[in-house]
């Protein structure tokens, strides 16, 4: 059995500093964006300063949080497409949740769960980013009919719905799985963590 | 009207809770425009600009009278002309005061995201209160009579307030107060929906077979309300819809959904802490054996 002491690289400097960019972006994005869902969520207006202000800045900050997410986006594509032995994995979802995890097929850098998430993700970004320009009042709302607007409206209030919902199980994962978050913070994981969790991974790098 | 009003409100944007008083009948007012009475000389514009101190830009005519083409942040009233052949070849020049119609049930209120930002009072008018407007632009979204317009300079919404700080002290609309041949009425909207009535049967017996009061229920009735000479096409005046009501699409967004997903939100936070203490974390042995 080889070495399972030490660390493996699993992130770059700048893919976690755009990770965390984009982080910090959706928590004040969802917060003032809630706060025009349900007027239960208004007083989170004060996270950027006010009603109007909220207004103004909710989709400027929405523009840079979709560019730095494409860029990370587009870099981690190809790891996510999803694989027959993802679908398996995906079946078995319940020993996922039970943490059997020895019952569970070998994954590679991503699990089924991680890549759904990863399209979750994609698709309620893009929905967000197109039916947000559509409702962007002060810039472009007048390009459009009425009724496109209504259904801009629609899509972005359940897309942002969608979102934060994979935010939560994609939150609730690293604190789930221990030995995650380092991942994101330090840019390395345990020889034994990658090992366990991305067998397929482990032993394509280069060790 | 000349006893002054409580403007209590029944309809707050934005508000959960419910209001202590409800709309009442009894105290409804309206703006009755008759069609059939109207010339096109547009005091009442003049009336509105003067009483609102509104002073819009003075632009450039586009072919038709309409004068602005449109309304805008400063123009909360204007007069669309329309010029309709009849189906015996002749012409018929169709005026018609477009504005807020002052909704019993208010898709810009529904639509609205802001607290306290538009409001309908007891007596059935629906009012922007600037200080609570925050520019989203989501009244105009709800509105199913496209009524009104986001200012570019201040970033709030406008529109027709039916004279709400007049009727307050006792006053009727400016533009009522000002119109020459009466087209336009100010008052109690049971006496004016029966004042109404009347002036459809009189249009009736001279020939106006199509005749009646535009004041529709989808909306839950309206304080504007038109007498039309072809209230069987009200389309012919400029687009006047004939079954108006908040979109779907509206009553979507704005509706059970956004309750339901809200919960659902919560729910799924719920849901991770509780597995999180049944089930445990998904630790790995650091020592290196694969469980």
Redesign the interface.
């Known amino acids: 059995m080889s070495q399972l002491s030490g660390e493996v690289k699993r992130y770059a400097a700048n893919e976690r500093w755009n990770h965390w960019f984009t982080a910090i972006l959706f928590v004040l994005l969802a917060a003032s964006g809630l706060a025009f869902f349900h007027p239960a969520f208004w007083s989170l207006t004060a996270v950027l300063g006010g009603g109007e202000s909220s207004r103004y800045l909710h989709p400027i900050l929405g523009v840079l949080m979709f560019v730095s997410f494409i860029i990370f986006a587009f870099q981690k594509m190809g790891d996510n497409l999803m694989k027959s032995h993802d679908w398996k994995w995906m079946g078995q979802i319940g020993d996922v949740l039970a943490n059997r995890d020895d019952r569970l097929p070998e994954v590679g850098k991503y699990n089924a769960g991680q890549k759904l998430a990863y399209w979750a993700m994609l698709a309620s970004m893009l929905a967000l980013m197109v039916s947000g320009l559509i409702i962007w009042r002060q810039f472009f709302s007048h390009m459009f009919t009425i009724e496109a607007i209504r259904t801009a409206a629609l899509v972005h209030a359940i897309s942002g719905v969608v979102l934060i919902l994979t935010i939560i199980v994609h939150v609730y994962a690293a604190i789930w799985v221990k030995g995650t978050i380092g991942a994101m913070t330090k840019g390395t994981v345990s020889r034994a963590w990658a090992k366990h969790h991305h067998p397929l991974w482990y032993r394509s790098l280069d060790k | 009207m000349a006893t002054a009003q409580t403007m209590n409100i029944v309809n707050r944007s934005?508000?959960?809770a419910p209001m202590p008083v409800k709309s009442n009948p009894d105290i409804a007012v309206a703006k009755l425009i008759d069609e059939s009475k109207c010339i096109g000389c547009k005091a009442c514009q003049v009336a509105c600009m003067q009483w609102n101190d509104n002073r819009d830009e003075i632009g450039s005519t586009v072919g038709v009278y309409d004068n602005p083409a449109d309304l805008t942040t400063k123009s909360w009233t204007v007069m669309r002309f329309n010029e309709v052949e009849r189906a015996d070849g002749g012409l018929d020049w169709l005026i018609r005061k477009d504005g807020c119609m002052h909704c019993e049930d208010p898709g810009c209120l529904k639509?609205c995201?802001?607290?306290g930002a538009i409001v309908k009072y007891e007596n059935g008018i629906v009012d922007f209160v600037k200080d609570?407007c925050?520019?989203?632009?989501?009244c105009?979204?709800g509105?199913p009579f496209?009524v009104p317009r986001?200012s570019k300079d201040d970033?709030k919404a406008y529109k027709c307030t039916l004279c709400s700080d007049r009727v307050a002290q006792g006053e009727g609309a400016a533009c009522a107060k000002s119109c020459p041949t009466k087209a336009i009425r100010f008052g109690k909207k049971k006496d004016l929906v029966e004042w109404a009535n009347n002036r459809v049967k009189d249009l009736k017996e001279r020939g106006y077979q199509n005749a009646g009061l535009y004041n529709p229920q989808g909306v839950g009735g309206t304080h504007v309300m038109y007498v039309l000479r072809h209230s069987d096409k009200p389309e012919a005046y400029n687009g006047l819809p004939s079954d108006p009501q908040i979109?779907p699409?509206?009553n979507?967004?704005k509706g059970v959904?956004?309750?339901v997903?809200?919960w659902?939100?919560g729910v799924?936070?719920l849901a991770?802490l509780a597995?999180?203490f049944i089930?445990?974390?998904?630790?790995?042995?650091?020592?290196?054996h694969?469980?």
């Open positions: 934005a508000t959960t639509a995201p802001a607290p609570n925050i520019g989203c632009g989501y105009v979204a509105c496209n986001i970033h979109s699409t509206v979507m967004w959904t956004k309750t997903l809200s659902g939100m799924a936070v991770g597995h999180y089930k445990g974390p998904k630790e790995v042995d650091e020592k290196g694969d469980a």
